[in-house]
């Protein structure tokens, strides 16, 4: 079972701050999706459904909600080998700097894996949309004789400029490889793909951040001090000296990177046919199991809504929406093109009864939201009306931020009785 011989090792990724506010409080894998998951769960569940057991996920900033989900959420038999452990970054007699890069960041962290018998290390993302059995990729790196396999995925000339574009020759070695070339420069940089993927104008393969390598090599790498990350240091350096082949991947993949694409990732949830199917048996996502009740829905009209467990709503309409845990919302309220993560507790029937002393969390009445996400634990009262857009110029403020058009709302935020944006 080659599943044995794997450690998985989860990139919690820097500051994020591209995805500010969402990461104001919270580390970028600790992030809410798709009303009742976090960011960190995708590759999490990934690894689990490939039978990938022994995990380690890398971060250092605002880590406490990371941790305490994670220890949480993944409990697994005490006669088995299999964890998810969350490595901060450190003060060790060998550094006193913090995380530098992603290499950097496996480097400082090398004496925990090396703990564990494992031949190959794949290193993963905690900031991407997608299911993928890993084994294959890892059969695929093991059958080639492979030293690093690099997953890759078809993009478009527009996206390709944020990515590590690479050239592969008939037996899928990369030949070539730039990290995130320029508009003029990438054309030159095509490669065959397959006739779908032509049609949708993704003829340039860009590097996902997906990577097996061999055990030995990955300790001999990480004694070189003078790289700091893999995409823009050890994989280019590495094409020339070691066999790096490419593992194409076309299924559904997103680099949930800033506040554009977590929003349009989330919302594509409620397509008819979601390009990230939740409902897939085989590739179950897992999180915390919270014991909730149902949701309660009270004279409202739902179209393409996501709704997760434990809602109380008596909304007029909700629309292309993702609406997350123990959310509350009032009466003859409009909910358009907006994510809603919702509460982390309820509120008892005595507060609500002095709902005149404060507003209440969730969303009051005859309230107006389109074009929004709403963060964790917010108190929005009655008759508020956000409508974001692209008129709206990118902004803050103490309660919200506007980017791209999107409306976020901070954590925790109030917006008092007849609030408009």
């Not at 090396?114 to 997608?130: N, V």
């Not at 294959?136 to 400029?161: R, S």
């Not at 790096?244 to 997103?254: A, L, N, Q, R």
């Amino acid at each position: 079972m080659i599943n044995n011989k794997v450690l998985g090792i989860i990139l919690g990724g820097g500051q994020g701050s591209r995805l500010y506010p969402l990461t104001k409080d919270r580390s970028k894998p600790a992030v809410p999706i798709a009303g009742k998951y976090r960011l960190v769960d995708i590759p999490i569940s990934n690894c689990i459904n490939s039978d990938i057991k022994r995990m380690y996920v890398l971060t250092q900033f605002n880590s406490a909600s990371l941790n305490r989900h994670i220890k949480n959420t993944y409990h697994f038999s005490f006669f088995s080998s299999a964890f998810v452990d969350v490595l901060a970054a450190e003060q060790t007699i060998k550094s006193d700097k913090w995380f530098q890069g992603t290499a950097d960041a496996v480097r400082q962290s090398m004496h925990h894996f090396l703990q564990h018998d494992f031949e190959y290390a794949l290193i993963l993302s905690g900031d991407q949309l997608y299911q993928m059995d890993y084994n294959e990729m890892i059969q695929a790196h093991i059958d080639a004789k492979a030293d690093i396999t690099i997953g890759t995925y078809p993009v478009n000339a527009k996206d390709g400029t944020s990515f590590g574009i690479l050239k592969t020759d008939d037996e899928n070695k990369i030949t070539s490889f730039i990290e995130k070339p320029s508009a003029d420069v990438i054309v030159d940089w095509k490669s065959d793909v397959s006739d779908d993927m032509k049609n949708q104008g993704r003829e340039y393969l860009g590097s996902t951040g997906i990577y097996v390598f061999n055990r030995d090599l990955l300790v001999e790498l990480m004694n070189d001090e003078s790289t700091i990350d893999f995409g823009k240091e050890i994989i280019p350096q590495s094409i020339e000296k070691q066999k790096v082949i490419s593992y194409p991947f076309e299924g559904y993949w997103t680099d949930i990177g800033n506040i554009d694409s977590f929003f349009e990732a989330n919302l594509g949830l409620t397509d008819d046919i979601p390009k990230f199917n939740l409902f897939d048996l085989n590739n179950r996502v897992y999180t915390n199991a919270r014991i909730l009740p149902t949701s309660k829905i009270s004279g409202t009209t739902l179209n393409k809504a996501v709704i997760a467990e434990g809602c109380i709503i008596h909304a007029a309409t909700i629309e292309k929406s993702v609406i997350g845990i123990r959310s509350r919302i009032g009466k003859e309220t409009t909910i358009i093109n907006t994510y809603m993560m919702g509460s982390d507790v309820y509120e008892t029937l005595e507060d609500i009864e002095n709902k005149n002393n404060h507003i209440l969390l969730g969303i009051g009445e005859r309230c107006f939201i389109k074009n929004a996400i709403i963060d964790k634990n917010c108190r929005i009262g009655d008759d508020v009306r956000i409508n974001g857009g692209p008129h709206l110029e990118d902004t803050e403020t103490d309660k919200y931020v506007i980017k791209d058009g999107i409306v976020v709302l901070k954590k925790e935020a109030v917006l008092p009785k007849g609030t408009v944006i």
